[in-house]
C-alpha cells in the first residue's frame, strides 16, 4: 500500500521558519513528479510547489517563489518543503502529493497520491 507521510509541522511565529518531509513508501516515485498543495481554513485547497523525478524542473504558486523551496531525496524517497519569512497567510494544513495525471498541467492536474497532511500554524 502506498503511503506519503508528512512531518515537519508546527507553531511558528511569523518571520520564522519551518521545513516540511514527506516520506514515500509502498513503491518508489523516484521517476514520478511529487509536490505538496496546502488548504486554510475556509478556503479551497491550492497548489504550493512540484518538483520533477530528477529534480530540475520546480513548480512554484506565484505568490510563494522566493520564499518557499522544494527539493527531493530520491535516494530516501522523500521531497521537502522549506518554508521561510512566514505569514500568518501561510496557516494551513499542508498536503503532500504524487504521480501527477498530466506534467503538462502540473498546477490543476489532479494528483493520484495524497499524504494526511500536516498543520502548520504562523503566528502574528
Known amino acids: 500500500q502506498v503511503q506519503l507521510v508528512e512531518s515537519g509541522g508546527g507553531l511558528v511565529q511569523a518571520g520564522g521558519s519551518l521545513r516540511l518531509s514527506c516520506a514515500a513508501s509502498?513503491?518508489?516515485?523516484?521517476?514520478?513528479?511529487m509536490g505538496w498543495f496546502r488548504q486554510a481554513p475556509g478556503k479551497e485547497r491550492e497548489f504550493v510547489a512540484a518538483?520533477?523525478?530528477?529534480?530540475?524542473?520546480?513548480y512554484y504558486a506565484d505568490s510563494l517563489k522566493g520564499r518557499f523551496t522544494i527539493s527531493r531525496d530520491t535516494a530516501k524517497n522523500t521531497v521537502y518543503l522549506q518554508m521561510n519569512s512566514l505569514k500568518p497567510e501561510d496557516t494551513a494544513v499542508y498536503y503532500c502529493?504524487?504521480?501527477?495525471?498530466?506534467?503538462?498541467?502540473?498546477?490543476?492536474?489532479?494528483?493520484?497520491?495524497w499524504g494526511q497532511g500536516t498543520q502548520v500554524t504562523v503566528s502574528s
Open positions: 502529493v504524487a504521480e501527477p495525471s498530466r506534467v503538462g498541467d502540473i498546477v490543476t492536474t489532479p494528483w493520484r497520491y
Open positions: 509502498g513503491r518508489t516515485f523516484n521517476t514520478d513528479y
Open positions: 518538483i520533477s523525478s530528477g529534480g530540475s524542473i520546480l
